[in-house]
């Protein structure tokens, strides 16, 4: 395998991933599922691109280094998401899911229609600055950061958002904050991945950001399990790097694809690693579980047979 | 977790399967690629087969002769969607892992234009189809040392389609119907616009539609009440028959123009009667004798009509061969740099590959009128 | 005021199509509470059923329709076996059952276009194009036929879920399906009915638009709008549908028609997100009570 290829597929692998990580508070952690994520990663995309591109380049560039692009980007969709968290969050389930595709979409129309960002036909000349260590470092980062959230006091909150609502807002929790706050961060998450994402192809275009990316983003997230963030790292390796491998079955290469996903959902339920972490302790922690199971197996098939099937 | 590693042990067997193999040393690799899946997965499909036909008759034919030495040419394509994050994949994937000397197609404009950077490092050069965004090949004012086109360009394309509708039509309101999230026929709108007005025409109806469309009855409706003299449909085939079909269902009998994602089969089979009469911008001739030779060929190896693709990756082949033995080695900078200036004689016409922009120059269009289900070509018409 | 009649009338025909789609998503919605993506490729294999089994098989059109939907009945059957009974059976949460349908979709779209090629086909001539005039209107034919046939279909499918036994049986299913299953219905079976019929809707769906429009093998994507429909009236509801639907596409028509067709979407989206403030389980929707 040549590395120059390699490079290109871990450089869009860690990109997703910054997206991925975000989307995993949301979808894994909160139980909140988004099919408008591309939108904030397309605002990421064209703020970041906005503050780099040259002035010569384009009229509506500034020239600014690529840390302000990263960070307005970054700051914009989180802002954004604020805006829209106040106006749907409320929405339950499937209607929070198609009030984010509009949101989506909208973003994706809008720009189509700034012709000052070039419309439809895309914007080149953003200057290519995604390298692979700024990469990584970012993804570290990242997961350093959402590591914390989810195991302090707020994190445990959105957990028991996921879990059960009624219950969460009845035991005190104010489900509605949590709820934004894991929307704001996967926005600003999603914000940072697009800019990164601009200045890795550095050309772009609103189709780049439409309903599919926004789906590829959340199977990613399903498809490494809900509740994990090694999941989520290990899916946005393997499912961008899926349809490189499949190259090899050329036009079935979608078809297999599909399956994959199919197969994945209905054979490994929780996902690749739902609720497990691979860490020491989160190793530690499935081997424990696995042991109890296997024991409280052994221990109902010692009782009476008839009760083993429940449960 | 057994399942996860059986999972992972599958998935590494295709790869190193995907690995295997390499050239050999009488071999140059020439990559491909283009959508073979999704919307635009037509032209791709049409693309590919053709380059492998040529590649194959070159091959029976014992091969180039490159430098002294007889090589046979392998064609590698892969699909990328028409997907600009997998054109950059794609294109990897060809310069690092295939080791290609050069790249032909893709057709988008939007999949040609991220890739520079890609090729630049690689030092790859690309030959694009029918990808006619300015910026292609040009950004910044400087040209860009990897990318080269065989077509004509959309501020051309737009000023030939405005001034033959307004000289040679006698048209002087026009309304545009155009597909709002698609580069292609957002940027032939803008350069008919400008192009028609400053001739002293009003455009007098400018709606869109969205990809994916298949109902333009409300923005006809608007038009036919706008009632223009010529009605500007600079989109694809399928979207101009449907929205054909619906405007005489609407009444509407204005004579209807459009650019080079018109030509196809399909489209007298689809729109029929309702294109009957129309116009469009063309990089060639059907019925030059030129083409009949390859448009022949095609239909006798994959039982199916050509599509306008074809024609250009035909002649990207040409200019490549041409470029290939000029340079006398199989290696891309060489490549490159034997396709500035190059002169080849195409069958959509004489090309000669200009070297401060990239583009085919002087390269004239076509324009085509629709009679009883044929293309009959008019004239070549070069905008003023 | 002509061309206001005649962009009612494009509304009401654009809306008719989407009502078609949206029904089966609805359907399937009210029993399993998740939104069946893989409809609309569903709804693009009857299209092209319907159209080889006119031009591969010669058949006349209502052979050939009725083939179209037994396939599609078929294909929606089979879908779910594979693609959601497992999940069903392990009581997996509704985003696996989104995914999984979305995994679907994938599969049958790119099926079609590695097998049948992904080329547009067009249905050879069954109902005259040119339209009939009331005056300065244009009336499409077709689009009369298929006003009727989902008046039909629908009003069908409301009398056998209000009149019948096994209809009797999905609406307790739609109410409560545990309770249901405890109560001794086979609720299996009501799913593989539901299903089923969804099916059914989207053979005669794809056979129409395929007649309408053309056939190609995304189809599937403009049942996103469909879809969008069958929430703005209220997802479950049967008459939601129908009615988001109508909306949906005067709506649509009437912004392109006198706003700005360039953001014709964008104001449906908008309009969209501000029913669903406003009520937010859709014009008809079922008002979802947290079960806990």
Sequence with gaps: MDWFYIQGILMLAGINLIAVLGLSLLTGFTGLFSFGHAGFMAIGAYLGAFMTVSPTTSPAGLGLPFAVGVIAGGAGAGIVSYFIGRITLNLKGDYFCIATLG?????????????????????????????????????????????????????????????????????????FKYKMIALVVSAVYAGVAGVFFGHYMTFIQPKMFSMTKSTELTIIVIFGGLGSISGSVLGALLLTALPEILRAFEIWRLVFYGAAVILIMISRPKGLMGGMELTPAGLRKARNERKARILALKESKNGQNGEAGLG | MKRTLMAVAVILTIVLLGCAGGGKGDTIKVGWF????????????????????????????????????????????????????????????????????????????????????????????????????????????????????????????????????????????????????????????????INFEKKGGVIVADESFNAGDVDFRPQLSKIKAANPDIIFMPYFFKEVALSANQARELGITQVMMGGDGWPSEQLISMGGASVEGCYFVNHLDYADPAVQDYKARYLAKYGKETELNGFLVHDAVLVFVAALQKAGKANGEAIAKALEGIEVQGITGNIKISPETHNPEGKDAAILKIVNGQYVFQEKYAAQ | MIQFLQQLINGLSIGSVYALMAVGYSLVYSIMSFSNFAHGGVIMLGAYFGFFALTLLKLPFIPAFILACAGTTLLAILVERIAYKPLRERNAPFLYFIISAMGAS???????????????????????????????????????????????????????????????????????????????????????????????????????????????????????KSFIAAVFGGLGSLPGAVLGSVLLGTIETLVAGYLSSQFRDLIAFVILIGVLIFRPSGIMGKTTVDKA
């Design chain 3, 106 to 224: 994938i599969l049958l779209e790119n099926i079609v276009i590695a097998t049948i090629g992904p080329t547009f086909r067009t249905y050879p001539p069954v109902i005259p194009r040119t339209p009939i005039q009331l005056g300065a209107l244009a009336v499409g034919r077709l689009d009369l036929i298929m006003f009727f046939i989902s008046a039909v279909c629908l009003t069908g499918l409301i009398l056998f879920i209000e009149k019948t036994k096994m209809g009797k049986a999905i609406q307790a299913a739609a109410y409560n399906i545990k309770a249901c299953a405890l109560m001794g219905v086979n609720t299996d079976k009501i799913i593989l009915i539901v299903f089923g019929l969804g099916g059914f809707l989207a053979g005669v769906a794809g056979v129409f638009f395929g007649m309408k429009y053309t056939v190609y093998p995304q189809i599937g994507n403009i049942t996103t």
């Design chain 2, 34 to 193: 283009g959508a073979l899946t999704g919307d635009q997965a037509v032209w791709g499909e049409n693309e590919f087969n053709t380059v492998k036909m040529l590649f194959e008759e070159y091959n029976n034919a014992g091969g180039i002769e490159v430098g002294g030495k007889k090589y046979k040419l392998e064609a590698i394509g892969y699909d990328n969607k028409g997907d600009a994050q997998e054109a950059v994949n794609v294109v990897k994937r060809l310069t690092g892992q295939d080791k290609v000397v050069a790249i032909l197609g893709p057709n988008a404009s939007g999949n040609a234009i991220p890739i520079a950077p890609v090729l630049e490092q690689a030092k790859v050069p690309d030959i694009a189809t029918v990808a006619t965004n300015p910026k292609v090949t040009v950004l910044d004012g400087k040209v860009k040392p990897y990318n080269f086109r065989v077509c004509f360009i959309d501020p051309y394309q737009g000023a030939v389609a405005a001034g033959y509708a307004f000289d040679k039509l006698g048209a002087t309101k026009a309304a545009i119907l155009y597909d709002v999230s698609d580069d292609y026929s957002q940027g032939l709108r803008e350069f008919f616009k």
């Design chain 1, 103 to 175: 949101f989506g979409e909208a973003i994706r129309l809008i720009l189509n229609n700034v012709q000052l960002f070039g419309g439809s036909r895309g914007w080149p000349g953003v200057p290519y600055k995604s390298t692979l260590p700024a990469i990584i470092i970012v993804d570290i980062l990242a997961v350093i950061f959402l590591a914390n959230l989810v195991r302090s006091r707020h994190g445990r909150n959105m957990i028991a958002v996921r879990e059960e609502e009624l219950a969460a807002q009845i035991a005190g929790i104010n489900v």
